[in-house]
């Protein structure tokens, strides 16, 4: 089998599962954003931002690290001492948070939402118990498992949103207990108990634990991941901070930049099919990447991979932006319609974040994970500034062109230094050639005369087949070489 399509095989089961999971939630954004108001979509919208920089410290990025050990030591040594550690620290971790709730919700303007901080120190420590088993399931290429889990955990909080949020209100005998306006807190009790039920199917890996522990085995992985932690939690300031400083930065009032921030997380959620593509890629390429390291054609692997994900990505790029009118009436209320400007600006982002994940494996498979540090830190501090002197000025717009630019700054530096350490001869052509092509049939769309919603979507099916048609046309025979070459 040619490893293309064993990385596209990877990418796609697990891309289904993404697809089919962010199609469930796509059923609660027309809830969520129906059922609260713009200040509390925008609470949504921030405490995913803290959660997301809470679940690198939590795991310090020791499944990557497990992945570069395990895939070397085929014994159980790499996963036992990885999994022993995350199960300590989460608990000091989890008791910390628990232990602080009242004075981290008010340092964050949550004051009197303390349960909002220790559901969310629980969601935190159940995933991050998953982190390590859910890693072994794809070193080990049970794919199917790990997409089985994966789509219990979103099956399970997306029936408690709609039981919360939909039928108890509309029952004809509302319980004694419910509180019909405690909407965030409920979403949060259904990450808990999403995150819970993920727990319990883990349990036959946690059967296969042995209750060993190697201290220079866990330096070792210590070495390597601590830091990817930077790196992983300046990739969280450059995906999040936007959002988690938007309320303090905006000149407006807290009310005022609350609901702001309801319509840029709104349209950040559009943004969602470039986003599973991306996911499901790095979920399938981390692992491919480090057992083709020893492949006597491993460049060129990397090359084409880089190749045909900015292809694929870029069809979803111009996908989601010619269908734009009807994702929005379908999944967001039209309070919330605002933010749409920035959708063509994060998505162009999210096309250059995949490459980076491409281009950047150099630096994990040659173990020169501190340069991967420092470009991680520049792009942290680029994202900072931007946001810092655009956020006043031009508000959430700002915020979607600081991420489009760290993201662009990033990918550059990466491959610039890769080709130092780790020369791999990827088709810059191709790929400028793909976004391009695709971006410039989304801005001759937007020439075309006004037109109801109907026509404009058969005008613009017909443009995404001739661009798919042109792609085809020019690439065609590039594309049988390539496949007989790498396999």
Not at 41 to 67: D, K, P, Q, S
């Amino acid at each position: 089998m040619s490893v293309l399509k064993k990385l596209a095989g990877d990418t796609l089961i697990y891309g289904l599962s993404s697809i089919i999971g962010r199609m469930l939630y796509f059923l609660l954004m027309p809830l969520h954003t129906a059922m609260l108001d713009k200040r509390e979509f925008g609470n949504v919208t921030e405490i995913y931002a803290y959660t997301a920089f809470l679940i690198v410290i939590f795991t310090y990025r020791f499944e990557t690290a497990y992945f570069r050990f395990g895939t070397d030591d085929k014994s159980t040594k790499p996963y036992d001492t990885a999994l022993l550690s995350i199960v300590g620290s989460t608990l000091i971790l989890g008791s910390l948070l628990l232990f602080f709730s009242p004075q981290i919700a008010n340092w964050i303007a949550f004051k009197g939402r303390t349960e909002f901080i220790q559901f969310i120190a629980i969601t935190l420590s159940l995933d991050a118990l998953a982190e390590i088993p859910m890693a072994r399931l794809r070193l080990e290429n049970r794919s199917k498992r790990f997409v089985f889990i994966r789509i219990i955990n979103i099956c399970v909080n997306v029936i408690f949103n709609i039981y919360f949020l939909w039928w108890i209100p509309h029952s004809e005998s509302i319980p004694s207990w419910y509180i019909p306006k405690y909407g965030v807190g409920y979403i949060l009790i259904s990450n808990v108990l999403a995150s819970f039920s993920t727990l319990i199917l883990l349990i036959p890996e946690y059967k296969k634990y042995n209750f060993a522990f190697n201290w220079e085995e866990w330096k070792m992985m210590f070495k390597y991941s601590w830091p990817l932690i930077i790196v992983g939690m300046s990739g969280i300031i450059n995906e999040t901070f936007d959002r988690s400083i938007f309320k303090w930065v905006s000149p407006f009032s807290i009310a005022k930049n609350e609901a702001l921030l309801g319509e840029y997380g709104a349209a950040y959620k559009l943004t969602m099919i470039l986003t599973l593509f991306t996911q499901a890629y790095r979920m399938g390429a981390e692992p491919f990447f480090f057992k083709s390291k020893n492949d006597e054609n491993a460049s060129r692997i990397y090359a084409l991979a880089a190749k045909y994900f900015a292809l694929v990505g870029s069809i979803g790029m111009l996908a989601t932006l010619l269908y734009l009118d009807l994702l929005k009436k379908i999944l967001i209320h039209p309070k919330l319609w605002q933010g749409i400007e920035v959708v063509p600006i994060l998505l162009l982002a999210n096309l250059c974040l995949g490459l980076y994940y491409n281009v950047s494996i150099w630096y994990r498979i040659k173990d020169k994970t501190k340069v991967g540090l420092y470009i991680s830190l520049i792009g942290a501090a680029t994202t900072i500034i931007f946001n810092f002197y655009w956020i006043p000025r031009i508000g959430y717009l700002g915020c979607a062109w600081a991420t489009l630019i760290c993201y662009a700054v990033m990918l550059v530096l990466c491959y610039i230094l890769g080709q130092k350490y780790y020369k791999v001869p990827y088709p810059i052509a191709n790929i400028l050639w793909y976004i391009s092509l695709s971006f410039g049939f989304y801005l001759f769309s937007l020439i075309l005369p006004p037109l109801q919603l109907i026509p404009k979507l058969f005008i613009h099916s017909c443009l995404f087949l001739i661009y798919l048609a042109v792609i085809f046309i020019v690439e065609r025979n590039t594309w049988r070489k390539e496949l007989r070459i790498v396999h």
